[in-house]
């Protein structure tokens, strides 16, 4: 079965930067697309960015373009996305997903399998 496991959230100051992690294992994932969601209590996982399998093309939400960036390394089976000038509106629980549905890149958290414990970023004033 597959496991995916995030990392580097912590509490940061607004304007700061930090680099979440994603670590699958159980199954190599070079052949999905992946995303990052994220969540805070009470609401759905909102779409954060997305990656192509071999990394070729990325898509972004508009309320985090220009300052995140995602990543992969296959060969390390891991995703990661690097949040810079960080807002206390990125506060909330990110989430790592593969997609098995849908088109390509996909917005849709329901198109995404997610089996991590998600990491929790903090951004204060």
């Known amino acids: 079965q597959v496991q995916l496991v995030e990392s580097g959230g912590k509490l940061v100051q607004a304007g700061d930067s930090l680099r979440l992690a994603c670590v699958a294992s159980?199954?190599?994932?070079?052949?999905?697309?992946m995303a990052w969601f994220r969540q805070n209590p009470g609401q759905e996982r909102k779409f954060v960015a997305a990656?192509?399998?071999?990394?070729?093309?990325?898509f972004y939400a508009d309320s985090v373009k220009g300052r995140f960036a995602i990543s992969r390394d296959n060969d390390k089976n891991t995703v990661y996305l690097q949040m810079n000038t960080v807002e206390p509106e990125d506060t909330a629980l990110y989430y790592c997903?593969?997609?098995?549905?849908?088109?390509?890149?996909?917005?849709?958290?329901?198109?995404?399998?997610?089996w991590g414990q998600g990491t929790q970023v903090t951004v204060s004033l």
């Open positions: 997903g593969f997609q098995i549905q849908g088109e390509g890149g996909s917005r849709n958290e329901r198109d995404y399998v997610f």
């Open positions: 159980g199954r190599t994932l070079n052949t999905y697309f």
């Open positions: 990656i192509r399998p071999y990394g070729e093309a990325t």
